[in-house]
């Protein structure tokens, strides 16, 4: 049976009155629909305040206000970093063995994975953990999922610290999925001391890199050096290269489906 946009809604909102709380990969099957639709419905009725999008699925309405800090930064831009996200993850291969930092643009990664198989995935993101272990939840990936240790960060849904960096140290990794605080002459910029090395440590023990920044990062200059963008194998971004920075465009994919130059 195919279900419309609107009776999918009140199916959704039914059981979110009832229950309290409902679970994407739930809804998806009993509407035997794909996980991505009940996302975008959910999406949608967020921006009518009618539910609260929260990992894997949706709670009852709740003001901005009152959500953790990492829920409302998730809010930012995200159409754009949703963008970013979707083409990195086509960069991930069967047998990869990936890093991914913590951000707000990296944890929507493991949402566009569809039939990738063995692959080991390292965080110190607590929430992109809960997505990658939902994608092999959802059969749309196989392997699995290492959280790092270290002491939590509740304000990034995050892991970090000396613990972090020395279990690091003993890991390799095929490909590196790095977020940013901003990127300006040639630097790549976190506001976060810990978070800072982290990415760095993950970029150092990785084949390849890809530093995952939306459009607001641009010129943005911030404390804490994480690398120079010479060291990133691909800039993936939903905006153009500046013109001022020619050097790297031959590193720049636009995130539309098109690549710069």
């Keep these: 049976m195919t279900y419309a946009k609107l009776e999918r809604f009140e199916f959704i909102l039914k059981e979110l009155d009832s229950e309290g709380k409902i679970i994407v990969a739930n809804i998806a099957d009993a509407l035997q629909v794909a996980p991505e639709t009940i ?3 959910f999406d949608e009725l967020e921006q009518q305040h009618l539910l609260t999008r ?3 699925g949706a709670i009852k309405y709740t003001n901005v206000r009152n959500e953790p800090v990492f829920l409302r930064k998730l809010q930012m831009h995200k159409d754009a ?4 996200a979707r083409i990195a993850a086509k960069r991930i291969c069967d047998g990869d063995t990936i890093a991914v930092d913590t951000g707000t643009t990296t944890v929507h ?3 566009f994975l569809l039939a990738v198989e063995d692959i080991t995935v390292v965080t110190n993101s607590i929430a992109a953990a809960i997505q990658f272990n939902l994608a092999i939840e959802e059969r749309r990936m196989t ?3 290492i959280l790092l240790g270290g002491t939590a960060n509740p304000k990034q849904s995050s892991v970090a610290g000396a613990m972090t ?4 140290d003993n890991m390799n990794f095929d490909k590196a999925f790095l977020s940013c605080g901003g990127m300006s002459e040639g630097i790549v910029y976190d506001y976060d001391l810990d978070e800072s090395l982290i990415s760095k440590k993950m970029l150092k023990h990785s084949k390849v890199s890809y530093l995952l920044a939306d459009a607001s990062k641009i010129n943005g200059k911030s404390f804490f050096q994480i690398c120079h963008l010479d060291e990133c194998t691909e800039i993936l971004c939903e905006s153009t290269c500046p013109l001022e920075w020619q050097a790297y465009e031959e590193k720049w994919t636009i ?3 098109g690549k710069s130059g």
């Design 39 to 41: 996302r975008r419905d």
């Design 54 to 56: 929260v990992h894997g």
């Design 81 to 84: 970093k949703r963008q970013i």
């Design 109 to 111: 990664i493991a949402d």
């Design 143 to 145: 392997g699995k999922v």
């Design 165 to 168: 960096l020395e279990m690091l």
């Design 255 to 257: 995130c539309n489906g």
